[in-house]
């Protein structure tokens, strides 16, 4: 069965540091990845996704993602955290056939960024 | 401006009572989704459609219903069967794609606490 595993539930950065939040995938088929970020009391909005082709993926707001399948890993990174990507980042990805391809999604990591 | 549209932003139910969350989506999206988030937790599914008239179970389905009537609507009622209701409801769309290659967009969601 497809899982996801964001290592982490809190991560703490300071103002211009390098954000990682890590995103861990296992899945029996070629997979789709999303990362989402949520602000408090909002819904989710997309970061960006890997479908194919590339596997460096840029998204919206400095963020990307990378792609290794080696290590079933998307992780997300941006090179200067602003204080304004302070909220909670969720990694899905595409379930199977047998559960007719709906999203897994990670637990989600609250990103906090120290002035 | 196209998006998905959440009423309530807050409710509160009595015991005993069921409560409908209404979904609105002017995405022209096939497939439409409700989704019940924990702190702590990703997002778990609960139900799921992806044409008029027809609707599928997701993971945590007991207690609740939904009706899909009309493509822009999908509607949620948490029924006095669900015995802890209280959550963060979000309601999400998308285009019908390929192994799940799509994302979803998500409403701003409908708070549910028990009085």
């Known amino acids: 069965a497809q899982s996801v595993t964001q290592l982490g539930s809190h991560v703490s950065v300071s103002e211009g540091a390098l954000v990682l939040l890590r995103c861990n995938y296992s899945?029996?088929?070629?997979?789709?990845l999303f990362w989402y970020v949520q602000y408090p009391n909002q819904g989710l909005q997309l970061l960006l996704k890997?479908?194919?082709?590339a596997t460096l993926v840029k998204g919206i707001n400095g963020f990307e993602a990378e792609f290794k399948k080696s290590e079933t890993s998307f992780h997300l990174t941006k090179p200067s955290a602003h204080m304004s990507d302070a909220a909670e980042y969720f990694c899905?990805?595409?379930?199977?056939?047998?559960?007719?391809?709906?999203?897994?999604w990670g637990a989600g990591t609250k990103l906090i960024i120290k002035p | 401006d196209g998006g998905i549209t959440q009423s309530p932003k807050y409710l509160f139910r009595k015991e005993g009572q069921n409560v409908t969350l209404s979904c609105e989506q002017n995405?022209?999206?096939?497939?439409m989704y409700w989704y019940r988030q924990d702190p702590g937790q990703g997002l778990r599914l609960i139900y799921y459609?992806?044409?008029?008239?027809?609707?599928q179970k997701g993971d945590i389905a007991e207690g609740y219903s939904v009706s899909r009537e009309k493509k822009e609507s999908f509607p949620l009622t948490v029924t006095s069967a669900q015995k802890n209701p209280t959550a963060f409801y979000l309601c999400?769309?998308?285009?019908?794609?390929?192994?799940?290659?799509?994302?979803?967009?998500f409403g701003d969601g409908t708070r549910l606490s028990i009085l």
């Open positions: 999400a769309s998308s285009i019908l794609g390929v192994g799940g290659n799509q994302p979803q967009h």
């Open positions: 995405l022209n999206h096939d497939a």
């Open positions: 459609s992806q044409i008029v008239n027809d609707f």
């Open positions: 899945s029996s088929v070629p997979p789709y």
């Open positions: 890997y479908t194919t082709g």
């Open positions: 899905a990805v595409s379930g199977d056939m047998d559960s007719n391809y709906q999203l897994i």
